[in-house]
């Protein structure tokens, strides 16, 4: 299934979304304008948004995700992955490590995924 591009400000308002669900859009828009300041009609605006794309769903004004965090977060990488470093893994954790030294604990955690992934686990 292909994963629809979230946007910054939409990634934000599905950040609390994920956190509450689920939730009556009345709770998300008091949410919405305490964390984020955003006006009612901008929280309405993004939930039908969201909803059309396939992102959430809004039932009888109680809101749930259709799509997970870690779903987003791993297509915003694959994508990451794809233009900056031309599908190469090895290139997109050589760059990261340049930037920003792993603690030995990041390092196990990686070795571990690694590892996981060679035994034909999910990782």
Same mark, same amino acid.
């Given at each position: 299934?292909?994963?629809?591009?979230?946007? #910054?400000?939409?990634?934000?308002?599905?950040? /609390?979304?994920?956190?509450?669900?689920?939730?009556?859009?009345?709770?998300?828009?008091?949410?919405?304008? #305490?964390?984020? +300041?955003?006006?009612?009609?901008?929280?309405?605006?993004? /939930?039908k948004?969201?909803?059309?794309? +396939? /992102? %959430?769903?809004?039932?009888?004004?109680?809101?749930?995700?259709?799509?997970?965090?870690?779903?987003?977060?791993?297509? #915003?990488? $694959?994508?990451?992955?794809?233009?900056?470093?031309?599908?190469? /893994?090895?290139?997109?954790?050589?760059?990261?490590t340049?930037?920003?030294? %792993?603690?030995?604990?990041?390092? $196990?955690?990686?070795?571990?995924?690694? $590892?996981?992934?060679?035994?034909?686990?999910?990782?």
């Amino acid at each position: 299934m292909e994963i629809p591009k979230i946007f #910054e400000s939409e990634y934000r308002f599905c950040l /609390i979304l994920w956190e509450k669900e689920p939730i009556r859009s009345s709770e998300l828009v008091a949410l919405c304008r #305490e964390r984020l +300041g955003w006006k009612p009609t901008t929280t309405y605006t993004v /939930i039908k948004r969201l909803s059309e794309r +396939g /992102i %959430l769903k809004n039932e009888n004004s109680i809101v749930s995700s259709l799509i997970t965090k870690e779903e987003v977060q791993a297509a #915003e990488i $694959d994508e990451m992955v794809e233009k900056r470093f031309e599908g190469s /893994i090895p290139a997109f954790l050589a760059a990261f490590t340049k930037r920003r030294r %792993l603690s030995e604990k990041e390092i $196990d955690e990686v070795q571990e995924m690694i $590892d996981r992934y060679r035994g034909g686990e999910e990782p």
